[in-house]
């Protein structure tokens, strides 16, 4: 838990406000979970957005965690995947993402741990019959999942990156280990990390923004933005768009 103490200390001043390079846009969507409906509302909500600003090239980042949970993980990798050769679109991975990858190369004990953190609803989105999941049988949930979850989209999801830096920011999924220069840092901090992360005060040489710690509202710091808002619980899929100096958010709700 946070302390309240260290809540309460204030936050160091950052040498300038972080910018995007001229001529660039980035609008950054925190965790999807299998929310293809909401995910598309957004796309919507954004789409009008930028059409009454300024003409800029705008580079999409999706945090990661974009599985499980929620009911169609399989219909929102196919249309991240489409993708795929737009250089204005980056996918980065998030826990998730890493969990179901193991689990799906059949690594000891990771099916256990991917079923219990929503990987049945992403399963079920691939055609596991749900009376399987229901009966919880592991071993043949991962024969299943090995027949119903093609082997190409196992290889895309263990190929994406775990961050991006554009300009003053960088985009990561859960965070990165404070005082660790970012070419040193651990894959499973970036996909993983929160307390260590949340509570630093630390300058971690660009603005963070993040997902995974999901909250209702937005969460911003002078070092880090969450936006995370719980889109498989709240409804709520949000993302923070940034032009030179400015930042904005687009929500669902």
């Given at each position: ?31 999807i ?6 995910l ?50 980056t ?44 009966q ?6 991962a ?49 993983w ?61």
């Open positions: 838990m946070r302390s309240l103490a260290n809540s309460l200390m204030p936050w160091p001043r950052r040498r300038r406000t972080p910018t995007i390079p001229d001529g660039q846009r980035v609008c950054a969507i925190g965790d979970h299998g929310c293809l409906d909401i598309g509302h957004l796309f919507e909500r954004i789409d009008a957005d930028l059409e009454a600003r300024d003409a800029g090239a705008t580079q999409i980042v999706i945090l990661g965690d974009f599985i499980d949970r929620g009911p169609d993980s399989a219909a929102v990798v196919d249309l991240l995947r489409a993708f795929d050769s737009d250089p204005h679109v996918v980065l991975m998030g826990n998730h993402e890493a969990m179901a990858v193991d689990a799906l190369r059949g690594r000891a004990g990771a099916m256990a741990q991917w079923l219990a953190m929503g990987g049945d609803a992403a399963l079920a989105s691939w055609g596991v019959p749900h009376r399987l999941l229901d919880g049988d592991v071993g043949a949930i024969e299943a999942a090995a027949a119903q979850v093609p082997g190409d989209v196992i290889d895309w999801l263990e190929a994406l990156p775990h961050y991006v830096a554009i300009g003053d920011y960088l985009f990561v999924h859960a965070g990165v280990r404070p005082g660790v220069a970012l070419e040193d840092q651990e894959p499973g901090d970036l996909l990390i929160r307390d260590e992360f949340l509570d630093s005060r630390a300058d971690h040489g660009r603005m963070v923004i993040h997902g995974h710690s999901a909250e209702e509202d937005v969460s911003e710091r002078r070092n880090r933005i969450g936006i995370d808002t719980g889109a498989y619980w709240t409804g709520r899929l949000t993302a923070l768009c940034l032009q030179g100096t400015e930042r904005w958010l687009v929500s669902t709700g």
